[in-house]
């Protein structure tokens, strides 16, 4: 069985440079120290550095997905995104608004998604943002959430299948 373990670092709480300041060139510290693993039981399969907490200066920091319990909603429909891109679900932010089964709060109908660092569509593909922007959302490099989505692949995954995961602080 699969099972999808995130490792927040505490620092990564801490992204701004300048804590008065909310901008591009600010909001880059600590960027990607968190961890993403993915199991086969005991067996971890997959690892790589990614961005959990909200750092996009046009963003909200309370977007950010709490720690604790989550399932990922696998192969959601990707909108304006160029990869393959999944969505997360039952669980909630850190200022406890729950994200549903659409991976939407009741409130706020923008997506809590596991996607890459590449500017979206209608920037042209391939085209890599400065650092992974996060506007609560999971963000990889896009070369490791092409690998994850290869072990999904290989793993017989379809879109809407769902595979639990937790998010720890460490």
């Not at 939407?104 to 992974?132: A, G």
Request: aromatic share 10%; hydrophobic share 30%.
């Amino acid at each position: 069985m699969l099972f999808i373990r995130i490792k927040r670092k505490a620092t990564s709480y801490h992204y701004k440079r300048d804590e008065k300041k909310n901008d591009w060139m600010n909001n880059d510290l600590h960027s990607c120290e968190d961890s993403i693993e993915l199991y086969d039981d005991e067996a971890m399969i997959f690892s790589a550095k990614c961005q959990s907490v909200s750092n996009i200066p046009t963003g909200r920091y309370e977007d950010t997905i709490a720690e604790g319990p989550f399932l990922l909603n696998c192969f959601v429909d990707q909108r304006s995104f160029y990869p393959r891109i999944h969505g997360f679900c039952d669980t909630y932010d850190i200022e406890n608004q729950y994200i549903d089964t659409n991976s939407v709060e009741e409130n706020d109908k923008n997506r809590w998604l596991l996607h890459d660092d590449q500017k979206l569509k209608p920037n042209p593909p391939n085209q890599i943002t400065r650092i992974p922007w996060s506007a609560g959302c999971v963000v990889l490099h896009k070369g490791d959430l092409e690998a994850f989505n290869r072990v999904l692949d290989a793993y017989n995954i379809k879109r809407g299948d769902t595979i639990d995961g937790e998010i720890l602080g460490v």
